[in-house]
């Protein structure tokens, strides 16, 4: 099996980086795309190939090319408390 390769925006790896240890579970999450795709994940209406999926308290945005196994990670942002 062919892992996908992932590559993070910017701003996502400061984000990422920014939670220290706290951020253990949504790394891992985000890390588990190179194995799978999640069933579970919405694809945005008017923007080819880019998904939304709520995972570990975050709301996770990526891009996909299939052809190339390639995963791009444009965004991470925790779900509010009160919505």
Known sequence: MTLWTLEY???VVQYLIGLRESG???RKVIKSL???FPE???KIQD???TWEWLEARHWI???IDRAKK???IA???EISEVM
Do not use: L, M, R
Request: net charge negative; aromatic share 12%.
């Open 70 to 72: 390639w995963i791009y």
């Open 75 to 77: 965004d991470v942002s």
């Open 34 to 36: 190179q194995n799978s």
């Open 61 to 63: 945005t990526f891009e």
């Open 9 to 11: 925006d910017k701003e």
């Open 40 to 42: 579970d994940a919405q």
């Open 24 to 26: 253990g579970e949504i």
């Open 47 to 49: 923007i080819p190939e």
